[in-house]
């Protein structure tokens, strides 16, 4: 069983950078990959960024690429996205997720999901 929690929303200006944070509970937070979604209102839920195990491989979506980095400190059970350049579309709700494979970059994959983050931008 993994616990995540996020943090690190809120509001932003276009331009703005923000850096969202996620907790996990347990000694097992290295065994998986961690990934980020978004969901904003009206849309499904979409793929963001992932992360393996290690940290050493990471894979984006197009529409965050140059702009978003996903990162992680096992030793502080925390995987991060720093989102650079935000634009308006940016905005939504941000979830981390937790998956033993990798990648995986649809969300009904996961086995694990923290509440969310509100993100908004806007001028």
């Known amino acids: 069983q993994v616990q995540l929690v996020e943090s690190g929303g809120g509001l932003a200006q276009p331009g703005d950078s923000l850096r969202l944070s996620c907790a996990a509970s347990?000694?097992?937070?290295?065994?998986?990959?961690m990934g980020w979604f978004r969901q904003a209102p009206g849309k499904e839920r979409e793929f963001v960024a992932v992360i393996n195990r290690t940290g050493g491989s990471t894979y984006y979506a197009d529409s965050v690429k140059g702009r978003f980095t996903i990162s992680r400190d096992n030793a502080k059970n925390t995987v991060y996205l720093q989102m650079n350049s935000l634009k308006p579309e940016d905005t939504a709700v941000y979830y981390c997720a937790a998956d033993r494979a990798y990648p995986v970059v649809r969300p009904t994959r996961y086995d694990y999901w923290g509440q969310g983050t509100q993100v908004t931008v806007s001028s």
């Open positions: 347990g000694r097992t937070f290295s065994t998986y990959a």
